[in-house]
């Protein structure tokens, strides 16, 4: 059933909360808008942060390129560190490799980021492929993330049947099903209440420990 499994990447492998926060909050300060509480900035995890800028502080495409820009300043030097694999997970991975199945990290973050972040935490050899957006903002829809993902491990129409992708916002289920593959929502991310099941996710999973139960038993 779970023959090819792609992992979203913050809110699903790791908990990416501070760095991307932090760095988001830095961003906007640049343009003059304070947002102290961080908690309320858990909105940038997981879309593109260009059209989350837009979306909820009403930047114009030039001011949330900026702010973009200011977000990596901070993000290259100290924000990609700040973070930790959610407990369980690397066990699981590592499981997963030791079995058939072909496995691959697939993320709307910049892949260079991704590959970093998968470097240091000495995840890299637990996939067979590693996919991401890009740094210029063309690949910011997730779904152009995910045929990429596809293409590289050249899924067929009928091995999508056994092609699931494995996040925790309703970017990734949309995506997901844009593919024509299904969606594993994780509730131990960072979606809204109520936004795994509004977009559709095929199957839902409270903790890690479900998620392994899901894959491998």
């Not at 640049?30 to 800028?53: C, F, M, S």
């Not at 973009?68 to 030097?77: C, F, G, I, L, Q």
């Not at 993330?145 to 050249?154: E, Q």
């Given at each position: 059933m779970f023959k090819n499994i792609l992992f979203d990447l913050d809110g699903t492998i790791a908990n990416s909360s501070e760095g991307i926060t932090k760095c988001a909050q830095y961003g906007?300060?640049?343009?003059?808008?304070?947002?102290?509480?961080?908690?309320?900035?858990?909105?940038?995890?997981?879309?593109?942060?260009?059209?989350?800028?837009m979306k909820y502080w009403g930047l114009t495409a030039e001011q949330a390129e900026l702010g973009?820009?200011?977000?990596?300043?901070?993000?290259?030097?100290t924000g990609i560190y700040e973070q930790f694999i959610f407990p369980g997970m690397e066990d699981l991975l590592k499981d997963?490799?030791?079995?058939?199945?072909?496995?691959?990290?697939?993320?709307?973050?910049?892949?260079?980021?991704?590959?970093?972040?998968?470097?240091?935490?000495?995840?890299?050899?637990?996939?067979?492929d590693i996919s991401g957006s890009t740094l210029d903002g063309k690949m910011d829809n997730k779904s152009t993330?995910?045929?990429?993902?596809?293409?590289?491990?050249?899924?067929?129409?009928?091995?999508?049947?056994?092609?699931?992708?494995?996040?925790?916002?309703?970017?990734?289920?949309l995506a997901a099903h844009a593919n024509g593959i299904k969606a594993v929502g994780v509730r131990f991310g960072f979606a809204q209440a109520g936004e795994l099941e509004e977009a559709g996710a095929d199957i839902i999973v409270d903790t890690v420990e479900d998620l392994r139960k899901l894959l491998l038993e």
């Open positions: 906007l300060a640049a343009l003059g808008i304070d947002e102290p509480d961080l908690k309320k900035l858990y909105v940038v995890i997981g879309p593109p942060l260009r059209v989350t800028y973009v820009a200011k977000y990596r300043e901070r993000y290259t030097t997963l490799a030791r079995t058939d199945k072909n496995v691959g990290l697939c993320t709307g973050k910049p892949e260079v980021y991704a590959r970093i972040i998968t470097d240091h935490f000495q995840l890299t050899q637990y996939f067979k993330v995910v045929a990429k993902s596809l293409c590289n491990f050249k899924i067929t129409d009928d091995d999508k049947a056994n092609t699931y992708l494995i996040g925790d916002r309703k970017e990734d289920v």
